[in-house]
């Protein structure tokens, strides 16, 4: 069993910065992935960054230059520091998960923390 547990949400005017993180109750170089998701109301859940193996990183368009996804092995723990907020960026952020263990893949989520960006 995984645990994930987001920190760092709040409210931000547009333009400015804010800090998420993740942190996990395992090493979290047993997973397959990590990654950042968020959902706006309304809308279905949409990928935001995520962290593959090898280290590859993957963004979603819309927020490459801006977010910047790593992690600390050693605290076991994946941020998400965001810049240059945009209106549009306000959502719940969810981090996420994936372990292979036994052959199957297993999916963690967080709780999720809300980000709201002020125009």
């Known amino acids: 069993q995984v645990q994930l547990k987001e920190s760092g949400g709040g409210l931000v005017q547009a333009g400015g910065s804010l800090g998420l993180s993740c942190a996990a109750s395992v090493d979290i170089s047993r997973l397959e992935v990590m990654g950042w998701y968020r959902q706006a109301p309304g809308k279905e859940r949409q990928l935001v960054a995520l962290?593959?193996?090898?280290?590859?990183?993957r963004y979603a368009d819309s927020v490459k230059g801006r977010f910047t996804v790593s992690a600390n092995n050693a605290r076991n723990t994946m941020y998400l520091q965001m810049n240059n907020l945009k209106p549009e960026d306000t959502a719940v952020y969810f981090c996420?998960?994936?372990?292979?263990?036994?052959?199957?893949?297993?999916?963690?989520w967080g709780q999720g923390t809300q980000v709201t960006v002020s125009s």
């Open positions: 962290i593959l193996g090898g280290g590859i990183i």
């Open positions: 996420y998960g994936n372990l292979l263990t036994h052959s199957r893949n297993f999916e963690y």
